[in-house]
């Protein structure tokens, strides 16, 4: 059974927060979302943020290996191992070489000569906005264990994770929020397809699994 037949639900969850992110792009000009989270900034949020911002790093990689260790299997934990080390190269090809032109929002609004009473306790990062990086890491890592999960609240609760990850890219002013939607897509598609080969190659119906198979019934 594929990914998608097998998770159904987290795949439609998925895709109306897309479809809500997207409605959400088309009805504001670039950089207006951004500025309405800077206008009403709250402290703890922004705290909260600056610790939620890191699970799109190591922690997050730990956090969902610990996860999936916890409700998984071997080959849960291979696929995010593979699916991490693919999001990294892409990400980078991408950042790189495909759009080394994209600015951060700081310098867009610079440009746009829009003043930014702003100095967080933070960086700001300046150039190589597209995709998100964080974004995608978070989306790679956390539905990679949304798929380990196989029940739906495990899985609400992981993709729950990724999407507050994107959000803390928006609010911190890392990122637009094009970058983000390419940043999840980008990680789902990347755990989807190693979660298929695996599937195909790992899978009962396997013409090695079928004689790893055979060879056990014959022995016992």
């Known amino acids: 059974m594929s990914p998608f037949k097998r998770n159904s639900s987290l795949y439609i969850s998925y895709l109306v ?51 999936i260790l916890l409700i998984g299997r071997f080959k849960d934990l291979s696929i995010l191992g593979i699916s991490t080390l693919l999001m990294l190269l892409l990400v980078h090809i991408l950042k790189h070489y495909v759009f080394p032109e994209a600015v951060r929002p700081i310098v867009f609004f610079e440009q746009m000569g829009s003043v930014i009473d702003y100095d967080p306790d933070y960086h700001l990062n300046r150039k ?39 959000l803390s890219r928006i609010y911190l002013m890392q990122h637009f929020v094009i970058d983000t939607i390419a940043g999840s897509l980008l990680g789902v598609m990347i755990v989807t397809t190693v979660a298929y080969f695996s599937d195909k190659i790992a899978g009962e119906d396997h013409k090695w699994n079928r004689r790893v198979l055979n060879f056990n019934a014959s022995s016992s």
């Not at 792009?25 to 900034?41: A, M, P, T, W, Y």
């Open 128 to 166: 190589h906005s597209f995709p998100s990086g964080h974004t995608t890491a978070g989306f790679t890592y956390f539905f990679a264990a949304a798929l380990a999960a196989r029940r739906w609240p495990m899985q609400f609760a992981a993709l729950l994770l990724a999407v507050f990850v994107a």
């Open 17 to 67: 927060l897309v479809l809500f992110a997207f409605v959400t792009l088309l009805l504001n000009q670039k950089g207006e979302v951004l500025l309405f989270l800077h206008e009403s900034r709250i402290p703890w949020l922004t705290e909260s943020f600056v610790i939620i911002t890191r699970l799109g790093e190591l922690q997050g990689f730990i956090l969902s290996a610990f996860m």
